[in-house]
């Protein structure tokens, strides 16, 4: 529960954080994202890290993705991802977060999200083939 909390917290500080910074012209509005999607990013990389380590390895890229789906999500965000209810604030951070477990596990991705009508969102991953 601790660890909620702690996380919730941070992700709110953060974003708050780069937000202000746009709106007192220290950085413009686009560069905000980008520096979320990457904070996400380095984090997906080290939670699938903690996560996978006695893990056996997986199969093929559906074996990846459920375990993205399931197992990853439910435990970083402690909601099934079908019930997942967000701000779009945070969508920046979470693509990223995606995306840095995506390429911890050896897929390289785009990962976007769309907000079709409040508060459920939708994620998108595209997998780039190398």
Known sequence: MADEALF????????????KSA??????????ITKLENMG?????????RFTKDTARFKDEL????FICKDFWTTVFKKQIDNLRTNHQYL????????????NL???????????????CKFQVMI???
């Open 92 to 103: 920046a951070f979470t693509c990223g977060l995606i995306r840095g477990g995506l390429s």
């Open 41 to 49: 990013f380095r984090v997906g990389q080290g939670l699938i890290e």
């Open 8 to 19: 919730l917290l941070l992700h709110n500080e953060m974003v708050s954080g780069l937000y």
């Open 63 to 66: 074996d990846i993705m459920k």
């Open 106 to 120: 050896g897929i390289k991705s785009i990962v976007t999200a769309e907000v079709s009508s409040m508060p459920a």
């Open 23 to 32: 709106e007192q012209g220290e950085v413009e509005n686009g560069r905000c």
């Open 128 to 130: 780039q083939k190398l």
